[in-house]
T-cell receptor
Framework: AQSVTQLGSHVSVSEGALVLLRCNYSSSVPPYLFWYVQYPNQGLQLLLKYTSAATLVKGINGFEAEFKKSETSFHLTKPSAHMSDAAEYFCAVSEGRDDKIIFGKGTRLHILP | DAGVIQSPRHEVTEMGQEVTLRCKPISGHDYLFWYRQTMMRGLELLIYFNNNVPIDDSGMPEDRFSAKMPNASFSTLKIQPSEPRDSAVYFC???????????????FGPGTRLTVL
């Protein structure tokens, strides 16, 4: 069965610094991969998704993620952190176009002034 | 569209009581999902429906949990009897399809924070 592992339940970066949130997946078939963001007291919102097209995927709010098959990774990055990026981020995987999505446990991103 | 609507937003109840959580999906969405979020277990898929029919309920923790979708615009998640370990945030989400089919996404409601004393 597919799964995702998010390294680090909490990550702190300074405002303006690079954001890097790590995600590794396990899948028996080429996966579909997602990043969702959850702001305080809200539901999850889709940031971006990988669907076997370009390996570098650009999402909303300046975030992007790169699919690396050899490393089974789908890390999320943003060149310059903003205070408004403080939230919890979830990596997720699906094994097929008609398959459910499995979420990781989340990484809470803290932005330091 | 108002998005996915959940009620109540907060629920505090005593152990042994019945709890009913409600969800109104986005109009036109064929799929509805119920998730539970806790610190220990993260976000877990409990059950999902397609065109009002339950497709996969393998995530429902036990028989105390039940979910229904009597029509395309309404679903309930019921816990009877409730226990303290059921305390969590319960999310409802809806989508046009599963995963990347139709290149859609899941839209989440704001959640119901349940506290069982």
């Amino acid at each position: 069965a597919q799964s995702v592992t998010q390294l680090g339940s909490h990550v702190s970066v300074s405002e303006g610094a690079l954001v890097l949130l790590r995600c590794n997946y396990s899948s028996s078939v080429p996966p579909y991969l997602f990043w969702y963001v959850q702001y305080p007291n809200q539901g999850l919102q889709l940031l971006l998704k990988y669907t076997s097209a370009a390996t570098l995927v650009k999402g909303i709010n300046g975030f992007e993620a790169e699919f690396k098959k050899s490393e089974t990774s789908f890390h999320l990055t943003k060149p310059s952190a903003h205070m408004s990026d403080a939230a919890e981020y979830f990596c997720a995987v699906s094994e097929g176009r008609d398959d459910k999505i499995i979420f990781g446990k989340g990484t809470r991103l803290h932005i330091l002034p | 569209d108002a998005g996915v609507i959940q009620s109540p937003r907060h629920e505090v109840t005593e152990m042994g009581q019945e709890v009913t959580l409600r969800c109104k999906p986005i109009s036109g969405h064929d799929y509805l999902f119920w998730y539970r979020q806790t610190m220990m277990r993260g976000l877990e898929l409990l059950i999902y429906f397609n065109n009002n029919v339950p497709i996969d309920d393998s995530g429902m923790p036990e028989d105390r949990f039940s979910a229904k979708m009597p029509n395309a615009s309404f679903s309930t998640l019921k816990i009877q009897p409730s226990e303290p370990r059921d305390s969590a945030v319960y999310f409802c989400a809806s989508s046009l399809g599963l995963a990347v089919a139709l290149y859609n996404e899941q839209f989440f409601g704001p959640g119901t924070r349940l506290t069982v004393l």
